[in-house]
């Protein structure tokens, strides 16, 4: 008793006293913790919330071996430096954003599982590095990123460019994957959760309950890594990682037709505390008003304070509860924030976004198809180019003569391809223009395929689901209406800092398009033992016939004496007096 | 006989721009059963456009034409319909003057044997007369140029006649007798499609026929000539290949067209026998069918050669047909090469036994190629069974059909030196059995 009372104290003792790595704090690493809620209001009565988790780690994980990890996962810290990654960005969807609908993302991601990753310049075999990496990270997020492999890789050359701090770019270095087919689960949501600080106990992250977020139009997960600068100077490099979060809930599933939302409607969760490792801690409601008009949306309890900011062109406004501030909390525990609409909204205000896009297959029939994207420019007299990359299967034959292009019943010739054809069983297809869309126009790309037809075991088990082939990207830095000043990342809200900003006029935008879901010719799969016995007597037909006629020569046939059988019948023939045979 | 070979040459000619004018252009020319991934013209078309991108053609899986057809087509892409009526026309003109000369040689030979004594006596009504052979050559080139398959293959613009013309420029060098010549159209025809390396036996034969070398294998003018001759062969295959390596300045082409040809990766439905059986295969199997397949074609060259020595333009006209049905991309365009000296051989109808059957089961398999396809791939009311059955029944129809003329042949050969009518030893009429 009195033993084990002493080295307890003991224990606490040296746990509470200046460990090895505490005794300065200013000097040696430092990681923060930030965390924010965006709620969004969309045009359609739907709601987004956006939940961002940035760890900033003043540390080098490149160089010296880290030992102590404290807020970044230490999965995460040993990837990035055992495989020499410069960024690595995953994201884990399911369903579409819509966004002619509901408005520009703050940050997309396609259908399925998408992985991008640069490397840095040291890695010698990167092909080894990305195999390895797409495995470890499988693993980690229980997701099947094994089935990422040469065949839906590819290497773009112009369209992710590395959205952290970079010397250099060679594209050799970038690798890109996305599996569309992949399904996004409660399985892939708890790992994710585990690598937050304060996991799913305290602070924002307690409204992530799987029963509610996978009921929705739209859920995204995502974890980005990259280098950033420690300061102003840019002497040092931080390690930055950000969990990203984004979920649409629908009007009329979880709404229930309503277009009252709370966040306990939403999540089925209020907040109650904040995470404390956490040094900030925040939600932000878009009250923007539109059309310049006195606002339409009533949050309740009334917000700690109210940030004004140019976030993707727009000039727009946002109730800000800080729940480090210690009045939130004050008169109850827990925190509710509701949504509640003045008047009912005009639905023919519905803005319509700058840019945006479609893509479907056309054509009909299991030999050919076609793969047609419409981009839309409404802005109302500038024009500006983006980037579209589309990644297809190799079993999709794109013949890159049947390319048109056509704006405003015109042909557009693109100033920069990049066709990079499939060669089967090994790559697939990669096309990557840069387009000029002029003012208030449709661009409308079309290329034909063919389909192929496959190995009886390469189909998936329900061959006539179809294959799906990736959504394409568009990149673009589209005009901005308002001028959008230079953001200092530490002092802005997390969703304005997500992709640099060259200069004020325009914002940077990363669309995807829809997955497609094709049908290839099957061969009948109950028939292999009788399509090569079949075949094989064809061929045997040919060898026995040639064989006869080669080995055997014409000989006058020589009367036999008979066999039984005519013996049988003369002797029957005898009987009836007919002449023998 | 130029002016009915000039009208031939008209009618055909206008067929065919009847046809590129009309709507069925762009439907022939997507048919499976006329335009194989080796010889399409879309196909063309795109490693063309791949070049413009400064993409290398065979970078990708699309483009399995030799360099020196994309050499061609580069400048000729606008006359593109115009070079295919050319070759056509080329094509049957050089069957025309070799099949005339080739006339003039049995007849030559059938004289020799006759005032040798070796033919029976009552073979007159066998023999065959310069009556009933002067209309042959007409016939062959009627028979190629007025072939449904060569229209359509024309029209579709596969370049699967080009290989044709080749070929036939090679049986006529070989039938002139010029060695050198023949050499090197063979290396061309090889070097585009590879399985015609299994027409240098025929040719050889005839070579060494034409200059009156015994086919004998410890006879030194024998070894000293086929010597020669593969030294002509394997040197201008040699040219032709630095030359297309020196076109694009790498090799890529060699797996992209040879490896291509022999390891079959693409299973795009055809009207051959490759397709289905290696979409059906196991994978363990793969190679070891791959390579079964592939001996298939060229293992009949040896025993036919010392079956057919003393006949080796029958022995080039069977080699031609065994291309045809057993190589890995058959078209109805190698079907119609071949068929072109159906004419040749009309002597032997009276001993065909299966004729009219087999011309039915190739009619109908014909209409029903695009019947099924569409039923399977349209329709969605069939599946892929239905297409490859009618594979089947085509290629046994067109096995059968060489066989048969095979064993006319032989027949009229025995018949020739033994006798028409025969007897038993009893002195009733006896019947005739391969033993």
């Known amino acids: 008793g009195a033993m084990a009372a002493a080295e307890l104290l003991v224990l606490l003792l040296v746990a509470a006293g200046p460990g090895p790595g505490r005794a300065d704090s200013g000097r040696e690493r430092r990681d923060t913790l930030r965390e924010e809620l965006l709620l969004s209001p969309l045009p359609t009565g739907d709601v987004a919330a956006t939940f961002q988790f940035r760890t900033r780690w003043d540390a080098d994980l490149q160089r010296g071996a880290v030992s102590h990890y404290r807020l970044f996962p230490k999965a995460l810290g040993r990837l990035v430096a055992a495989l020499g990654v410069r960024e690595l960005h995953l994201a884990l969807t399911h369903g579409f954003w819509r966004t002619r609908y509901w408005g520009q993302p703050p940050l997309q991601a396609p259908a399925g599982a998408e992985l991008w990753v640069w490397f840095q310049p040291t890695v010698t075999d990167v092909d080894k590095a990305w195999k390895e990496l797409s495995n470890i990270l499988s693993g980690i997020f229980c997701a099947s990123l094994n089935f990422i492999d040469s065949t839906n890789t590819v290497i773009p050359t112009a369209s992710f460019k590395p959205l952290g701090l970079a010397n250099g770019t060679d594209h050799h270095l970038l690798r890109y994957a996305v599996l569309p087919r992949e399904v996004v689960c409660t399985e892939n949501l708890t790992p994710w959760k585990k690598l937050l600080p304060c996991g799913s106990k305290a602070g924002l992250a307690v409204l992530l309950k799987a029963e509610r977020l996978f009921h929705s139009s739209y859920h995204s997960q995502a974890v980005h890594i990259r280098p950033v600068c420690r300061d102003a100077s840019c002497l040092a490099v931080s390690w930055e990682l950000r969990q990203t979060l984004t979920v649409v809930f629908d009007f009329f599933a979880s709404g229930q037709g309503k277009k009252d939302w709370s966040l306990f409607k939403m999540f089925s969760r209020t907040l109650t505390d904040t995470c404390p490792l956490a040094s900030q801690s925040k939600v932000y409601v878009d009250i923007s008003p539109k059309n310049k008009e006195k606002e339409l949306l009533e949050v309740s309890p009334p917000p700690t304070s109210v940030h004004e900011a140019v976030v993707q062109g727009d000039r727009k406004t946002y109730a800000v509860y800080d729940l480090l501030s210690p009045s939130l909390f004050n008169t109850s525990r827990s925190l509710n924030v509701q949504l509640k609409w003045k008047r009912p909204q005009d639905s023919s205000e519905m803005p319509i976004p700058t840019l945006h896009a479609q893509r479907y297959v056309g054509g009909y029939g299991l030999q050919t198809g076609e793969i047609c994207t419409l981009i839309y420019n409404t802005h109302p007299y500038r024009a500006f180019p983006v980037i579209l990359l589309e990644t297809v299967p190799w079993y999709l034959r794109l013949y890159v003569h049947t390319l048109t292009i056509i704006t405003k019943g015109k042909e557009n010739k693109p100033s920069y391809i990049h066709y990079q054809p499939a060669q089967d069983r090994r790559r697939p297809h990669l096309l990557e223009m840069l387009i000029q869309l002029p003012a208030n126009s449709v661009t409308k790309i079309t290329i034909q395929f063919e389909r192929a037809l496959l190995k009886w075991t390469e189909y998936p088990p329900d061959p006539n689901h179809g294959f799906y082939v990736g959504s394409s990207v568009l990149s673009a830095l589209v005009p901005s209406v308002t001028a959008m000043k230079d953001v200092d990342v530490e002092q802005s809200p997390l969703f304005t800092s997500l992709f640099p900003s060259s200069d004020g006029s325009s914002y940077f935008v990363r669309l995807y398009t829809e997955p497609l879901l094709v049908n290839l010719p099957t061969p009948d799969f109950s028939m292999p033992y009788n399509v090569i016995c079949l075949t094989c007597t064809v061929v045997a037909v040919c060898y026995g016939s040639f064989y006869n006629l080669l080995t055997r020569t014409f000989h006058v046939e020589e009367p036999s004496r008979g066999g039984l059988a005519k013996r049988l019948a003369n002797v029957i023939r005898k009987f009836r007096g007919v002449p023998p045979l | ?435």
């Open chain 2, 1 to 435: 006989m130029a002016a009915p070979l000039v009208m031939v040459v008209l009618a055909a000619v206008t067929v065919r721009a009847a046809l590129y004018r009309s709507s069925l252009a762009v439907f022939i020319s997507e048919r499976v059963e006329v335009a194989s991934p080796l010889n399409a013209w879309k196909r063309v078309v795109e490693g063309l456009a791949l070049l413009d991108l400064g993409v290398s053609p065979y970078s990708g899986a699309i483009f399995h034409e030799t360099p020196l057809i994309i050499y061609l087509f580069h400048f000729l892409t606008e006359y593109a319909e115009l070079v295919f009526m050319i070759t056509d026309v080329l094509t049957a003109v050089a069957l025309y003057l070799a099949i005339q000369d080739f006339n003039k040689v049995v007849f030559k030979k059938q004289k020799l044997l006759i005032e040798l004594d070796r033919y029976a006596p009552d073979v007159a009504e066998l023999i065959q007369t310069p009556m009933e052979m002067h209309y042959i050559p007409l016939k062959v080139a009627l028979f190629y140029l007025l072939n449904p398959y060569t229209v359509m293959s024309c029209v579709a613009k596969s370049t699967c006649a080009i290989n044709n013309s080749v070929i036939a420029f090679f049986i006529l060098a070989t039938i002139k007798g010029s060695a050198f010549l023949s050499a090197v159209f063979l290396a061309l025809a090889t070097y585009q499609s590879l399985y015609p390396l299994t027409l240098f036996a025929p040719a050889l034969l005839y070579l060494l026929q034409r200059q009156f070398i015994p086919i004998k294998l410890k006879s030194k003018s024998f070894w000293l000539y086929t010597m020669q001759y593969a030294s002509l062969y394997l040197c201008s295959l040699v040219v032709i290949i630095c030359l297309s390596f020196f076109l694009l300045n790498s090799w890529d082409f060699i797996p992209s067209v040879y490896g291509f040809i022999l390891s079959v990766p693409d299973l795009t439905p055809n009207i051959g026998l490759f397709w289905y059986f290696f979409a059906e295969m196991f994978e363990h199997f793969s190679l070891f069918f791959v390579c079964v397949f592939q001996i298939n074609v060229f293992f009949y060259t040896i025993p036919l050669a010392i079956k057919l020595k003393e006949h080796p333009v029958f022995f080039m006209f069977v080699q031609l047909a065994i291309i045809s049905i057993f190589k890995s991309y058959p078209t109805v365009g190698d079907i119609a090469l071949y068929m072109a000296f159906l004419p040749v051989w009309s002597h032997l109808y009276r001993f065909l036994r299966n004729i009219f059957i087999l011309s039915c089961v190739l009619i109908f398999c014909s209409f029903l190629f695009p019947v099924l396809w569409h039923l399977w791939i349209y329709a969605g009311s069939a599946n892929s069974n239905f297409y490859y059955a009618i594979t089947l029944t085509f290629n046994i129809g067109q096995i059968l059909l060489i066989s048969d003329y095979f064993y006319a042949f032989l027949r009229r050969e025995y018949y020739l030196t033994h006798g028409l009518h025969l007897t038993r030893q009893d002195g009733t009429e006896a019947m005739l059995v391969l033993k």
